[in-house]
């Protein structure tokens, strides 16, 4: 499975960009998908994510401007970003979350990660 994003690149604040996220191939028992960003030097941070029930999920800092959308089932997301801050720069990957039933009622989770898209917003 590879996990295709696009639609990144350079844009002044208070722009806006979108970012698109398809995976090659159907993923079986796919729960959830989402953006994640992260910066030099820092932890990669969840942006928003998109679960397979329509429930949606963002960080404090980009509500409001941000808005994920999809069909999880058809294994495509995308990120509208608008009024985007300086802040909101670095490099965001696509991450799609299998999770599938095992003997024992335990459970099998399984992440797959885009190669991520750089989005630069200058001041």
């Known amino acids: 499975v590879q996990l295709q994003a696009s639609g990144g690149g350079l844009v002044q604040s208070g722009g806006s960009l979108t970012l698109s996220c398809a995976s090659s191939?159907?993923?079986?028992?796919?729960?959830?998908m989402g953006w994640y960003r992260q910066t030099p030097g820092q932890r990669r941070e969840l942006v928003a994510s998109l679960e397979v029930d329509g429930q949606t999920n963002y960080a404090g800092s980009v509500i409001g401007r941000f808005t994920i959308s999809g069909d999880i089932r058809e294994n495509t997301i995308h990120l509208q970003m608008n009024n985007l801050e300086p802040e909101d720069t670095g490099v965001y990957y696509c991450?799609?979350?299998?999770?599938?039933?095992?003997?024992?009622?335990?459970?099998?989770?399984?992440?797959?990660w885009g190669q991520g898209t750089q989005v630069t917003v200058s001041s």
């Open positions: 991450m799609a979350q299998s999770i599938t039933d095992q003997p024992n009622d335990a459970m099998l989770h399984t992440d797959y």
């Open positions: 191939e159907n993923i079986v028992d796919i729960d959830n």
